[in-house]
């Protein structure tokens, strides 16, 4: 069964440091990894994802993630943090080949000025 | 091109009462999928379906119900409702991949329900 497992349920950073949100993966096979931002008051936006072809990954809005087969890992980054990067993120989980996405727990991301 | 659409957007149900929430889609998805979430729990799996005619349970189907008669809608029925299916529902729709790729979802606005 597959599953993932963010640490940390909320993150500040300033505004301009470095965004560093983590998701560690459970796969008995090799997942399908995926990033999703949700803005207060709206549904999931797709971020990036991850579907075995390179193991960096580069989203919208300047994001990226790179997926770690050692550590089972696919930290989502950010350089400079915006005050218009204030939202929560979750991370999702597949097998290859099948539809249904399993979702962490999410992480709030709070941008200080 | 209005993607995943949801309705109602908000509502409030007394205990014991019976609704559905409307899920449409206008992209030919054939994958859909409803999803409920509550705080610190992250979105968890209700039900989905990978087609018309064809629907299976997600993690936490109890007190659900779907249907799908056509590749645009896939509503969510609440047979009795009680407080613990006070919640934030969201409805997806995706690509069914071909071979082993995942085209990940795309997400309706969603539904606040609270069962009072």
């Known amino acids: 069964a597959q599953s993932v497992t963010q640490l940390g349920s909320h993150v500040s950073v300033s505004e301009g440091a470095l965004v560093l949100l983590r998701c560690n993966y459970s796969s008995s096979v090799p997942p399908y990894l995926f990033w999703y931002v949700q803005y207060p008051n709206q549904g999931l936006q797709l971020l990036l994802k991850y579907t075995s072809a390179a193991t960096l990954v580069k989203g919208i809005n300047g994001f990226e993630a790179e997926f770690k087969k050692s550590e089972t890992s696919f930290h989502l980054t950010k350089p400079s943090a915006h005050m218009s990067d204030a939202a929560e993120y979750f991370c999702a989980v597949s097998q290859t080949g099948a539809n249904n996405l399993f979702f962490g727990t999410g992480t709030r991301l709070t941008v200080i000025p | 091109n209005a993607g995943v659409t949801q309705t109602p957007k908000f509502q409030v149900l007394k205990t014991g009462q019976s609704m559905t929430l409307q899920c449409a889609q206008d992209m030919n998805h054939e994958y859909m999928s409803w999803y409920r979430q509550d705080p610190g729990m992250g979105l968890r799996l209700i039900h989905y379906?990978?087609?018309?005619?064809?629907?299976d349970q997600g993690e936490v189907p109890n007190g659900y119900n779907v249907s799908r008669s056509t590749t645009e809608d896939f509503p969510l029925r609440l047979l009795s409702a009680a407080p613990s299916q006070t919640s934030v529902y969201f409805c997806?729709?995706?690509?069914?991949?071909?071979?082993?790729?995942?085209?990940?979802?795309?997400f309706g606005s969603g539904t606040r329900l609270t069962v009072v």
């Open positions: 997806a729709s995706s690509l069914l991949g071909t071979g082993n790729y995942n085209y990940g979802y795309t």
């Open positions: 379906s990978v087609g018309a005619g064809i629907t």
